[in-house]
């Protein structure tokens, strides 16, 4: 019981110090807004391919609000040492990075959201399979919270950890099918895009939202836990050799 107090005290501790501040509510409200307006503008498209976009739009939300994020809360507290008070609590290393990731994880989804709200008004969501929008959500925002906790644990300034993020972050944009199908891409290029994680989150979201996904829901669904789990060991791996001696 002292264990889940603890997490839950660290989750409370980090939304008030980080992702509350009225900056950062204010970044994950326009964010998502900015980004479907540059999509509109540059491909001339009208509403009714609102539908195609959002699948993209929160994928994009998710992706950037997590990772920008914790890479910037995890080495900050690393530089300050804030964070080697923590390793101090009571409780397992794991449940502890957890707890420091739940902030983002939650962060993300309601950025996530966003989009999906402005689109209820602009479009009919009636055949949208929501179980899977909600499922594929969570994991496109765990896998990308872990994916910031691995760039901040390998990094010490946080001007390193948003660089070493965006070296992730922009290549998925391209590759992930999040705008344009994985089918049109070229040869040699395939390859990465399956190695991508959110390559399979993205699938889901367009299955869900219009039927476009190209691979089995089941397989989507098992990659993206099986890189969420990798993601979070590495880390913790990479925490073990670099943080604790």
């Known amino acids: 019981m002292k264990h889940w107090i603890a997490f839950w005290n660290i ?9 509350l501040k009225p900056p950062n509510v204010s970044w994950g409200l326009i964010f998502p807004f900015a980004w479907t307006a ?3 503008i540059k491909s001339g498209r009208g509403l009714e391919s609102v539908l195609a976009v959002l699948p993209g739009v929160v994928a994009i939300s998710v992706l950037f609000g997590t990772t920008s994020m914790l890479a910037v809360t995890v080495t900050f507290e690393k530089k300050s040492r804030s964070f080697e008070r923590l390793l101090l609590a009571p409780i397992p290393l794991e449940l502890l990075m957890l707890a420091k990731t739940g902030g983002a994880i939650v ?3 309601v950025n ?3 989009p999906v709200i402005v689109a209820v008004f602009l479009a009919d969501l009636s055949g949208v399979a929501w179980w899977q929008v909600v499922l594929a959500t969570g994991l496109i925002s765990v896998s990308s919270t872990f994916l910031g906790l691995f760039i ?4 010490s300034e946080v001007f390193e950890a948003q660089t070493f993020s965006n070296f992730f972050r922009f290549p998925m944009i391209f590759l992930c099918g ?12 395939k390859p990465l895009s399956y190695l991508l994680p959110l390559t399979y989150g993205a699938d889901i979201l367009h299955g869900a939202f219009h039927g476009g996904n190209s691979m089995p829901i089941g397989l989507d669904f098992a990659l993206m836990t099986l890189f969420c789990a990798g993601l979070f060991y ?9 943080w604790i001696h």
């Open 11 to 19: 989750v409370v501790k980090d939304m008030r110090a980080y992702y």
């Open 38 to 40: 540059m999509f509109f």
């Open 107 to 109: 962060f993300g989804m």
């Open 112 to 114: 996530a959201f966003v």
């Open 152 to 155: 901040a644990v390998a990094v």
């Open 178 to 189: 999040l705008f344009f199908p994985i089918s049109a891409l070229p040869i040699f290029l």
């Open 234 to 242: 590495l880390s913790i791996r990479n925490i073990h050799r670099k």
